[in-house]
């Protein structure tokens, strides 16, 4: 049986939605246009890419519903990640509506744009926390996406949490295209004594590069530091599609990804590429195939 290659990260969106698109503007423009399953469809064939995960694109519940019925409705997504109010305190009702409902089992986890709170430490607040807790409990996924200002607070979130699965989206955004390295690898080494129930995406490196000249090279240092602390039991293949438009072509940036890991078995390749996906996510249909 061929080994799953999985895009543990992607967006759709529909900008004339009423949705939060204010950012698809400026150098953003270009995508600033309705992305659906039959856009993506024709760049998961020609990458061999047999499964994804769907991700939330701003804080709204309505959102979330649209998303679980998309991946139902959707063979090729396998997992939801979606919003819910962490700050509610009946956050936990609506993690159990949304799970019993006919489209419930593709919801794989949660995550809130934290970048956008002004406060750098926001996850760590007691009404956030208490929601967190209501997502342990529901055994879902919380990925992190943040910059470098609120990567401490996620730090501390993962080490108050020690039972429950993290995923750190996008490698917590370096800035690349500065050379921003060694001030983002003193706060990722951190993770390294939490890696044995946190995940790190390898997605999102190219917008964080010069979007008109990065070449593999450029992301190299940051996935061999990455790989490095979390293992390549950890570490799970994204592309941040369709955001990833503005600076590569999605095959582009799956080619660097290979490019970048050409060293590694193919055992822990697979691993990167599908398996640690299916693991962390637990994705319904590819946990019944590979039970």
């Not at 429950?164 to 080494?189: Q, T, Y």
């Not at 039991?233 to 599609?241: A, E, I, L, N, V």
Request: aromatic share 10%; proline share 6%; charged share 25%.
């Amino acid at each position: 049986m061929t080994t799953p290659i999985i895009d543990s990260h992607h967006h759709f969106w529909d900008p004339a939605s009423g949705g939060d698109y204010g950012w698809l503007s400026g150098p953003f423009e270009p995508i600033n246009r309705k992305f659906e399953p039959a856009d993506l469809r024709p760049a998961l064939q020609k990458s061999g890419v047999t499964g994804t995960v769907l991700v939330q694109t701003w804080n709204d519940l309505g959102e979330t519903w649209d998303f679980i019925q998309t991946a139902e409705a959707t063979d090729f997504v396998a997992g939801v990640v979606g919003w819910v109010d962490l700050t509610d305190d009946k956050v936990g009702d609506t993690l159990s509506k949304l799970m019993a409902s006919p489209q419930g089992k593709w919801l794989v986890g949660v995550r809130h744009l934290i970048q956008t709170e002004s406060d750098p430490s926001w996850l760590l607040r007691a009404d956030v926390q208490n929601g967190l807790k209501a997502v342990e409990r529901a055994d879902l996924v919380y990925d992190l996406v943040p910059n470098l200002p609120q990567l401490p607070s996620c730090i501390s979130a993962v080490e108050a949490f020690p039972e429950m699965r993290f995923v750190l989206d996008h490698i917590s955004k370096p800035e690349i295209r500065n050379r921003g390295f060694d001030e983002w690898a003193v706060l990722i080494r951190r993770f390294r004594s939490q890696r044995n129930h946190v995940w790190c995406k390898l997605s999102g490196m190219v917008t964080e590069a010069d979007w008109t000249s990065w070449t593999p090279q450029d992301l190299k240092p940051y996935v061999q530091e990455v790989l490095d602390v979390f293992g390549t039991d950890r570490c799970m293949f994204g592309t941040d599609w369709p955001v990833c438009l503005v600076a590569a072509s999605y095959d582009r940036v799956v080619d660097a990804l290979q490019e970048c890991i050409k060293d590694l078995s193919e055992a822990e390749r697979k691993k990167i590429f599908g398996l640690n996906a299916i693991e962390a996510y637990r994705l319904p249909q590819f946990q019944e195939r590979n039970a």
